[in-house]
């Protein structure tokens, strides 16, 4: 029996080596990943999933073994039951967080032989939307919930200077390990001199744009108006949303929407707002506006949305009296003075024509 024990050991320390496959993933925070493992199918399966020397999940004897699993893990892993027959032991790995990136380990042992693979699992934040707005005489670019780390750039058009670009922009963590960048630069010339465009790209290439413009328009009560909105050249998409709100006094309302592909209109302002669909659909999202009212004074937005790319717009609006409303309050009000003078002269008159004759009254009695 030693002398077969001894072959036997002879025999698996000749047998050749080779080093484990490796494959990488990249999967998506706080959504479910699949990390791939394969074996020569075969009976009396036994499966390890380990990282860094802690069990993630194990089966044998045809059932998950739990009990040494990490507990990070717990609640967490899932092997495919109706697959394991099959050679199929990729692990289902549900609510990715940071943390859980890191080189993973399958082991699986048959009747057949063991098997090891390697899993390079990288969890990534991709960007979901960059917001722009104008805070005093700063613009202000913002994105949450990143990682890893994105870079930010800044751009005008008509373009600039890249050195009056130049920005802080600090990033910070947050406690599940995603990034939080802030980005701002000082306004150049008057407020309506520039589009502002910051794009935030991700560490894998993706860019996500947003630019804005700043604008004011006069208008008169009771007339009517456009508020024009042009989308920049670089605005392509066919697939979009236009969207129109006015924000007044802190409190904004959606004035209307518009889906490219639908061309399907929500108006919630009814017959006192529009805007013409062939034009939107060629980058002209203009808002016409009918019987204005001192209500209707505010900012008006404008936004071009689509997927990586959106344009603002914002525009002060200002309403001043109707110049045929201040000529006839003119004339009311020259009316009235003219009135009151003759009023007065009448009082005056009277008094001194009363003490007239209470004078000669007076002589007579005497």
Known sequence: MAWAAAVILFWVWTLPFTEPTESNVICIFSEDCILP??????SDEVIHWNRNQTSVHAYYHDADRLTQQDHRFKGRTFLF?????????????????????????????????NQDKLVNMKVHAPIQSVNITKMGQEVICSSQDIYPAPSVSWATDPPTQSDMLNG??????????????????????NVSDYTYICSVTSADGMKWTTSMRQQEIYGENGGDMTIPCLAPETFKPHDF???????????????????????????QWKSQARVDPDQVLSGNGSLWLQNLRNAH???????FSAFQIQHLVHTDVILAPRKDDQGFRIHASTIAAFVLAVLLGFII?????LRHLWSIRKIQEI
């Open 241 to 267: 949303t236009l969207t129109w709100t006015l924000t007044r006094a802190n409190k904004s309302e959606v004035i209307l929407t518009f889906q490219s592909l639908t061309r399907q209109i929500s108006n």
């Open 37 to 42: 493992c394969s074996f020569q199918a075969a």
């Open 349 to 353: 008159f009277s008094v001194i024509h």
């Open 297 to 303: 004074t505010g900012t008006y937005s404008c936004t």
């Open 81 to 113: 039951k109706d697959l394991i027959k099959k050679g199929n032991a990729s692990l289902l790995l549900r609510n990715c967080t940071i943390q859980d990136s890191g080189r993973y380990h399958c082991y699986t042992s048959t009747k057949q032989g």
């Open 168 to 189: 802080s922009t600090p990033t910070t963590l947050d406690l599940r390990g995603l990034y939080l960048v802030w980005s701002k630069i000082m306004m150049l010339g």
